[in-house]
């Protein structure tokens, strides 16, 4: 049961998630009360936050983490967001329907979203 679930939440992610119908990606804000919205429609820009969520690495054990500082929401899906400002850590997201799950993004994905949120201005 729980491969079917697997199998069916990957295809999902890969449907949702496809460049082709993904038109914008939101990241929100959501800590210190700002609430700030960036609303990316770069391709490159989806393309690289795509990537990184496909390429996110599944983290065993029970998921007990703060409130997540960003949101990012593209189509149907949204994911939690983690970050960390040290140099040497990777960011860390969840999926909203599946908050049970944490996944880690490799230090490659984790760099091109920092460069990504540079590039658009977003503080972190």
């Given amino acids: 049961m729980v491969r079917v679930i697997l199998v ?42 795509i990537h990184a969520i496909d390429s996110a690495v599944k983290e065993p054990g029970i ?21 960390d400002t040290n140099e040497e850590s990777v960011w860390a997201i969840m999926d909203m329907k599946d908050t049970h799950t944490l996944y880690t993004l490799t230090e490659s994905s984790t760099n091109e979203m920092k460069k990504l949120f540079l590039k658009n201005q977003i503080v972190y």
């Fill in 8 to 49: 069916f939440t990957v295809f999902f992610l890969m449907v949702a998630c496809s460049t082709d119908q993904v038109k914008e990606v939101v990241i929100q804000e959501l800590s210190n009360n700002s609430n700030s919205k960036v609303v990316l429609t770069d391709t490159t820009d989806i393309e690289a936050i």
């Fill in 63 to 83: 998921v007990n983490m703060m409130d997540a500082p960003f949101m990012i929401s593209m189509e149907e899906v949204s994911y939690f967001l983690w970050i």
